[in-house]
Nanobody, 126 residues
Framework: QVQLVESGGGSVQVGGSLRLSCVAS????????MGWIRQAPGKEREAVAT???????SYSDSVKGRFTISLDKFARTLYLQMNSLKPEDTAMYYC????????????????????WGQGTQVTVSS
């Protein structure tokens, strides 16, 4: 089972940027589907950015055009570049993984993942 450790969260003002990182221990990301999932207090988990085992990214409508997911397999690190941040982006952000092909999974469904990091908090203030 891959182990995931996130970092890079923090507090930022509206319009600012942050880059989250997720390092896999003991495993590379080869043949894994990966996602960034967030959860705000009192709200359901939301998968905001995913990348499948072929490197194809997907985004939720709420972050499309502002967030970019990328993967450095050699460094075993998944990134989430977040630009033009809004107060509604405030949440705990989790890195998640699922081994194998994306099919028949919906990678924008948080229940598709079976390995999770501990999360990193992002707070956007106006």
């Amino acid at each position: 089972q891959v182990q995931l450790v996130e970092s890079g969260g923090g507090s930022v003002q509206v319009g600012g940027s942050l880059r989250l990182s997720c390092v896999a221990s003991r495993h590379s990301y080869s043949n894994y589907c990966m996602g960034w999932i967030r959860q705000a207090p009192g709200k359901e988990r939301e998968a905001v950015a995913t990348i499948d085992n072929t490197g194809d990214p997907s985004y939720s409508d709420s972050v499309k055009g502002r967030f970019t997911i990328s993967l450095d397999k050699f460094a075993r690190t998944l990134y989430l570049q977040m630009n033009s941040l809004k107060p509604e982006d405030t949440a705990m952000y989790y890195c998640a993984a699922r081994g194998g092909s994306r099919y028949p999974l919906d990678l924008l469904d948080p229940t598709s993942y079976n390995a999770w990091g501990q999360g990193t908090q992002v707070t956007v203030s106006s």
